[in-house]
């Protein structure tokens, strides 16, 4: 399959939109990360897409709207069924970084939802986006436009890297400006409860709801939490709320791992540590974003990637501070280095 580059201009977006209610795979920027998108009220569609990213079925997938309008009939008991924190939560932060899960209705097809009964939603704030979701006229089902376990993708040519062939069309827009994916919130259960954390913080969605926001237990990152994704076993015994939580993510082919240290011992462990390296014949890069949580979240994914192509063999990564987005960068870069901290 040849892939089409295609530009933001408004009859290139229109092509885009005809592709996607004509069931093809295209892929376009928005403020998180690119997204693989496809009509989500299309099984065969949303199949294509698991297929092009080699995703596990079972993991669902986030369905984009344009309006609020088009929430109504992808959510059991329509704009009713919606309750009053996530009206609250919508009101303050849509179109922004933030997923929301619904009970869904029966006009989702399982494909999106990997079986679930419940539904993700996010209406994004990127301009390009809008205007795609608003002319294809269909919510649209789109995960991250990686392969499946590698970085999403955050800049045109990383699409390309991996899609390239493999997809209808990629809109080639700007480079993603928040550089890691939605924070997903889940208001089903009693407690408000993060399961994947982002740009919109905990302490931010507490401060408009009025009450305490937890974060998924899965998400503290201790190594027993992690699970091959060969073992059967394992993998049918673990169930996370947020069904990605469970497979490898975001690894480059250089192997990772985090140094968690002093700033005064920074250095000095980085250069033994290299000079091990040297010794076996491996090249090593570091990356150190001294701190600033909003620097790593935009530069971390592109950044992986650059380093592969480079052919680094390790890539030493400094931690955050884990508060605030740090610890939404932390999860990202954890899971990166399979949970390898140096300390
Ligand atoms: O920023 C984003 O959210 C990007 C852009 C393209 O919008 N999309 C994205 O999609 O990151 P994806 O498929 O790579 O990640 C979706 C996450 C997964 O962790 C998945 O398990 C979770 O959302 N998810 C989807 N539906 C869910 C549901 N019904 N219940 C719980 N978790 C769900
Ligand atoms: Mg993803």
Same mark, same amino acid.
């Given at each position: 399959?040849?892939?089409?580059?295609? %530009?933001?201009?408004?009859?290139?977006?229109?092509?885009?939109?005809?592709?996607?209610?004509?069931?093809?795979?295209?892929?376009?920027?928005?403020?998180?990360?690119?997204?693989?998108?496809? #009509?989500?009220?299309?099984?065969?569609?949303?199949?294509?897409?698991?297929?092009?990213?080699?995703?596990?079925?079972? #993991?669902?997938?986030?369905?984009?709207?344009?309006?609020? +309008?088009?929430?109504?009939?992808?959510?059991?008991?329509?704009?009713?069924?919606? +309750?009053?924190?996530?009206?609250?939560?919508?009101?303050?932060?849509?179109?922004?970084?933030?997923?929301? @899960?619904?009970?869904?209705?029966?006009?989702?097809?399982?494909?999106?939802?990997?079986?679930?009964?419940?539904?993700?939603?996010?209406?994004?704030?990127?301009?390009?986006?809008?205007?795609? @979701? %608003?002319?294809?006229?269909?919510?649209?089902?789109?995960?991250?436009? #990686?392969?499946?376990?590698?970085?999403?993708?955050?800049?045109?040519?990383?699409?390309?890297?991996?899609?390239?062939?493999?997809?209808?069309?990629?809109?080639?827009?700007?480079?993603?400006?928040?550089?890691?994916?939605?924070?997903?919130?889940?208001? %089903?259960?009693?407690?408000?409860? @993060?399961?994947?954390?982002?740009?919109?913080?905990?302490?931010?969605? $507490?401060? @408009?709801? +009025?009450?305490?926001?937890?974060?998924?237990?899965?998400?503290?990152?201790?190594?027993?939490?992690?699970?091959?994704?060969?073992?059967?076993?394992?993998?049918? $015994?673990?169930?996370?709320?947020?069904? +990605?939580?469970?497979?490898?993510?975001?690894?480059?082919?250089?192997?990772?791992?985090?140094?968690?240290?002093?700033?005064?011992?920074?250095?000095?462990?980085? %250069?033994?540590?290299?000079?091990?390296?040297?010794?076996?014949?491996?090249?090593?890069?570091?990356?150190?974003? #001294?701190?600033?949580?909003?620097?790593?979240?935009?530069?971390?994914?592109?950044?992986?990637?650059?380093?592969?192509?480079?052919?680094?063999?390790?890539?030493?990564?400094?931690?955050?501070?884990?508060?605030?987005?740090?610890?939404?960068?932390?999860?990202?870069?954890?899971?990166?280095?399979?949970?390898?901290?140096?300390?």
């Amino acid at each position: 399959m040849q892939t089409k580059r295609l %530009s933001e201009s408004e009859g290139d977006i229109k092509l885009a939109g005809e592709i996607l209610r004509n069931g093809g795979l295209v892929a376009f920027p928005t403020e998180t990360v690119y997204g693989l998108g496809a #009509n989500a009220l299309d099984a065969e569609a949303v199949g294509a897409v698991y297929k092009a990213k080699g995703r596990p079925s079972d #993991n669902p997938m986030i369905v984009h709207i344009a309006d609020i +309008g088009d929430l109504g009939s992808l959510v059991r008991g329509g704009r009713d069924g919606i +309750g009053r924190t996530a009206a609250q939560v919508m009101e303050a932060f849509w179109p922004g970084p933030l997923t929301l @899960i619904f009970p869904k209705s029966s006009a989702v097809p399982d494909a999106t939802t990997g079986g679930l009964e419940t539904v993700a939603i996010r209406m994004p704030s990127n301009d390009t986006a809008h205007r795609l @979701i %608003s002319e294809a006229g269909i919510p649209i089902a789109a995960p991250s436009a #990686n392969i499946s376990g590698k970085p999403s993708p955050t800049t045109s040519n990383d699409v390309l890297e991996d899609m390239d062939g493999r997809i209808d069309a990629v809109i080639m827009g700007e480079n993603c400006e928040v550089g890691i994916e939605s924070t997903v919130l889940d208001l %089903s259960s009693d407690r408000p409860v @993060i399961l994947r954390p982002g740009v919109i913080t905990s302490e931010l969605i $507490s401060e @408009i709801i +009025g009450q305490e926001v937890f974060y998924d237990d899965t998400l503290l990152g201790t190594p027993g939490q992690m699970i091959d994704p060969q073992d059967q076993d394992a993998l049918s $015994s673990f169930k996370p709320k947020s069904p +990605g939580v469970k497979y490898t993510h975001y690894a480059p082919k250089a192997k990772v791992r985090l140094i968690e240290v002093r700033e005064s011992d920074f250095t000095e462990k980085v %250069s033994q540590l290299e000079q091990e390296l040297r010794e076996q014949g491996l090249k090593s890069a570091i990356l150190n974003y #001294n701190d600033n949580a909003k620097q790593a979240a935009k530069n971390l994914f592109a950044d992986l990637r650059e380093l592969d192509r480079q052919k680094y063999d390790v890539i030493f990564i400094k931690t955050l501070d884990k508060s605030g987005l740090g610890f939404s960068v932390m999860n990202r870069m954890l899971k990166s280095a399979g949970y390898d901290i140096i300390r």
